[in-house]
């Protein structure tokens, strides 16, 4: 397995293969996160020991998006059964993928007990119990401090976990040298990153403002407006995560059954590659 370098353009190239396998499969993938994004709310839900699965399972979510999109783009139709896709290789590949949603818990859990030294917590109280954000916090310097602190210490923790999931399922690559190479990864090929999150940036600005736009002529009232920011977002964040696949494929020497039928930039002969081994 081999790390490779790609040219910042990629990451264009990444929204759009994206956006291309989301339209060969829009219901299924859409509904696919859907459920994996309603069971997490409900797990949760369950007072303290839900929120903590809920965030030990994140990466196997993750994984089951990149190997619907896979499954999408070779003629397949993604199913939820794809959910369980952890736990079907066995017994040391499941022992893998939770220690590395531990690992992502206690990073995450780690951020938030960081951000609630700085308010008291109020920023947490939003942020995972679902607190109205009241006019007086979003004024208050110490909650600003500690959204933007938050904010600020999730971008290393998402490098850290982006191609994890990928690098365990299909290389074998164990948690913590997972966690290595992918924020090697996205760091050696930062231009591309930047690109890729930028124009995502761009795309939900432009969309926000189009909706806001059409909304405002139908004379639709707030509820309106924010099902339709709601249902948006949702199918934004669906298209990034099918993005995730052709990121890994390209950053990484993929595995034979990946994605041979989509296109992608191929790095250049001479560009510097860089094996974990």
Not at 31 to 60: D, E, K
Not at 131 to 150: G, I
Request: glycine share 10%; proline share 7%.
């Amino acid at each position: 397995m081999k790390l490779h370098i790609v040219p910042a353009k990629t990451g264009f190239t990444w929204v759009k293969l994206g956006v291309q396998a989301f339209r060969r499969q829009p219901m299924a993938l859409a509904a696919l996160f859907f459920i994996s994004f309603v069971a997490m709310q409900l797990l949760a839900s369950v007072p303290v020991l839900g929120s903590i699965a809920s965030l030990v399972l994140l990466p196997s979510v993750t994984l089951a998006m990149m190997v619907a999109t896979g499954e999408s783009i070779q003629g397949h139709r993604p199913t939820p059964a794809l959910l369980l896709v952890t736990f079907r290789k066995g017994r040391q590949h499941l022992r893998h993928m939770l220690l590395l949603g531990v690992l992502y818990a206690l990073g995450f859990l780690g951020i938030m007990g960081l951000s609630a030294l700085v308010d008291g917590g109020r920023f947490v109280q939003v942020y995972m119990d679902g607190t109205p954000v009241t006019a007086q916090m979003t004024s208050d310097p110490s909650f600003q401090k500690a959204m933007w602190l938050a904010t600020l210490l999730s971008l290393p923790l998402s490098l850290l976990f982006w191609h994890a999931p990928g690098l365990v399922h299909w290389h074998g690559v164990p948690p913590v040298k997972a966690l290595f190479f992918s924020m090697m990864a996205c760091v050696r090929n930062a231009g591309a990153c930047l690109v890729f999150l930028f124009t995502w940036l761009g795309i939900g600005v432009l969309g926000a403002l189009v909706i806001s736009i059409i909304s405002l002529l139908l004379g639709l009232g707030g509820e309106g407006i924010g099902s339709l920011l709601m249902a948006a977002a949702m199918m934004m964040a669906t298209m990034i995560l099918t993005c995730a696949v052709f990121i890994f494929r390209d950053c990484f020497e993929p595995p034979e059954s990946l994605l041979h039928e989509a296109p992608h930039d191929t790095p250049p002969s001479d560009a510097p590659t860089t094996g974990p081994n």
